[in-house]
């Protein structure tokens, strides 16, 4: 249902500030991604899963210890805007 290369696209920036969090991990909201990928929250889920977080939590998934959260990384309504884009490009509706 969902294209693999679109998945892939939309992990990867959340993957690069995963990486930089280092061993105090990164906290991500799913109702932020959720929203950033126009309501769609089976996609969130699954960008979360392939881009390496886990969900120790309901609402928030997490690599590592999850001590970090975006805004330490990136300001996370633009990230929002660019996940936006890469899923426009996908799924222009």
């Known amino acids: 249902m969902y294209d693999d290369e679109m998945i892939e696209d939309l992990a990867e920036p959340l993957r ?3 990486r930089r969090s280092g061993g105090a991990g ?6 932020w991604l959720r929203d950033a990928l126009n309501g769609d929250e089976r996609l969130a889920r ?3 899963r392939r881009a390496g977080f886990h969900p120790p939590e309901a609402t ?7 001590g970090k959260q975006l805004h330490h990384f990136t300001y996370p309504e633009a990230l ?3 996940l936006t884009e890469i899923h426009d490009d996908y799924c222009p509706y």
Request: overall charge neutral.
């Open 16 to 18: 690069k500030f995963a």
């Open 26 to 31: 990164l906290r991500v909201s799913l109702e």
């Open 60 to 66: 928030f998934f997490s690599t590592g210890e999850g």
């Open 46 to 48: 699954k960008v979360l």
């Open 80 to 82: 929002s805007g660019d």
